[in-house]
């Protein structure tokens, strides 16, 4: 049986014609949605900065899989073990709520880009982890 897509791409006219003919149109199948996820998985990837990606055996390493505290990333302590984060990126990260960080942002204790730098960090260790996000702007919160 043919695929009632291509008759119908078949009968189309074809540009300064007045009659049917054949046309050289051709259907094409979308991808499949292994191909579409793959493609974002990759992305993904490429939206974190370089300097802030681990290597694959260490990823594996600060899941301690296998161990009583495998998923449990907080107890854990991964993101202190990963050594991604300065102590300076730690405090920020773990030890003022949103209101303290605005005031130390307006008694120029810290930078925006620190508060942002800080946060990204963590939020790109936390991606390449739990893979927990669909989407990471860090480029456009540096901006």
């Known amino acids: 049986m043919r695929n009632p897509y291509n008759i119908l791409a078949s009968l189309l006219i074809a540009p300064g014609s007045s009659s049917y003919q054949r046309s050289p149109i051709k259907m094409t199948t979308a991808p499949s949605w292994q191909t579409l996820s793959a493609a974002h998985r990759e992305r993904q990837k490429r939206a974190i900065p370089s300097e802030w990606t ?32 300065t102590e300076a990126e730690l405090v920020i990260t773990q030890d003022f709520t949103a209101v303290e960080l605005l005031k130390k942002i307006s008694s120029r204790d810290l930078t925006s880009l620190q508060i942002v730098e800080a946060f990204g960090k963590r939020a790109a260790l936390a991606q390449q982890l739990a893979s927990y996000s669909s989407d990471y702007f860090f480029s456009k919160g540096r901006d």
Do not use: F, M, Q, W
Not at 61 to 79: N, Y
């Open 54 to 85: 681990l290597e694959p055996h260490r990823i594996e390493e600060l899941k301690h899989i296998g161990t009583p505290v495998e998923g449990r990333l907080i107890e854990a302590d991964v993101v202190r073990e990963s050594g991604l984060l």
